[in-house]
């Protein structure tokens, strides 16, 4: 029986336990735990048996367990990942998220080496665990020339990153608001990539054309900003109809913290609009037919 993709919302790893009691109630189908750079001083064996008894009896899934930081770069790091490789089942998720590391200051082309070597053990890993690794499509104000901690966020090299390490076990956690930052148009990429997507982030933009053509790209005014989704540029609707059609068996996690019209005070009210925006773009919750029971 095909379900509706489930619509949920990203956590932070250290808030989690604190916030996600409240949470629960409010409709989400799903978290995804993120730390970033470091888990601070959360031990995840010791972690995990608590996010499992907060969701006890919910039906809320946990749909990745995130930690964003730069293995190229970071021995810690890999050890890191090779632990939430470890745990991910722990968690009850099969996903776990992160960044392709980089060779800070260098061209992409400089970081494939490592990657091919870093990533082609991580991912030997999560295919004898049965993981896929997710890479986050973040710039992290990076350029092609001149990367910071992720080289997964263009396409260009996404290819080159599946052509040095291919394995179903690798993939990418999409979001429209990072190709829009780059001036890609999300729905033909996601057309393109939708069978490498493991993890969806509901993230949104709005671009500023008419900035864009008065003063380009680099002038003194942002010319794209990230928005809740229902409130940028993106067509949810059209980016469902993608991922049904493809069979897209993952989630959908809202990334807040990010709209500068709802931050603060006004983050949960961007985020429950956000969440029955999307639920009505995948078409509304599932409900069986009278003439099959």
């Known amino acids: ?21 409240v949470l629960k109630d409010k409709g989400f189908e799903c978290f995804s735990i993120n730390f ?37 770069q970071n021995e ?47 991912t ?15 710039p992290m104000s990076g350029t092609w020339k001149k990367t910071t901690c992720n080289i997964g966020f263009n396409p260009r090299a996404w290819d080159m990153m599946f052509d040095a390490v291919d394995t179903p076990a690798l993939g990418l956690e999409w979001e429209p608001a990072h190709q829009m930052y780059q001036l890609i148009d999300p729905i033909a990429n996601l057309q393109k990539y939708v069978g490498k997507i493991v ?19 680099t002038g003194q005014k942002p010319f794209v900003f990230s928005r809740f989704p229902g409130l940028g540029d993106t067509d949810w609707r059209k980016i469902f109809e993608i991922l049904q059609q493809a069979g897209y068996e993952g989630c959908l996690s ?19 609009h956000a969440l029955r925006y999307l639920k009505w773009c995948r078409g509304g919750d599932f409900i069986p037919n009278p003439w099959n029971q």
Not at 1 to 21: E, H, Y
Not at 124 to 138: M, P, T
Not at 200 to 213: C, E, M, Q, R
Request: aromatic share 8%; net charge negative; hydrophobic share 40%.
């Open 199 to 217: 993890h969806v982030h509901g993230k949104d933009a709005s671009i500023n054309w008419n900035l864009i053509k008065e003063e380009g790209v």
């Open 124 to 138: 030997r890993h999560a295919e004898d665990k049965g993981v896929r690794l997710a890479i986050e499509n973040c």
């Open 254 to 272: 809202i990334e807040g913290y990010h709209d500068p019209l709802f931050m603060g005070e006004k983050e949960m009210t961007g985020q429950m």
């Open 36 to 72: 970033h750079m470091t888990l601070g001083d959360i031990r995840l064996h010791d972690f995990f048996p608590k996010v499992n008894e907060i969701l006890d009896g919910t039906g809320i899934e946990i749909s990745s367990l995130g930690f964003y930081n730069n293995p190229l």
């Open 1 to 21: 029986m095909d379900q509706p993709i489930k619509v949920g919302t990203c956590i932070p790893g250290r808030n989690f336990l604190s916030w996600v009691p």
């Open 76 to 122: 810690d790091a890999v050890r890191q990942l090779h632990e939430c490789i470890d745990l991910a089942e722990s968690f009850h998720t099969k996903t776990v998220s992160t960044f392709a590391g980089a060779m800070e200051g260098e061209p992409v082309e400089a970081a494939l080496p490592q990657f091919k070597k870093v990533f082609g053990e991580l």
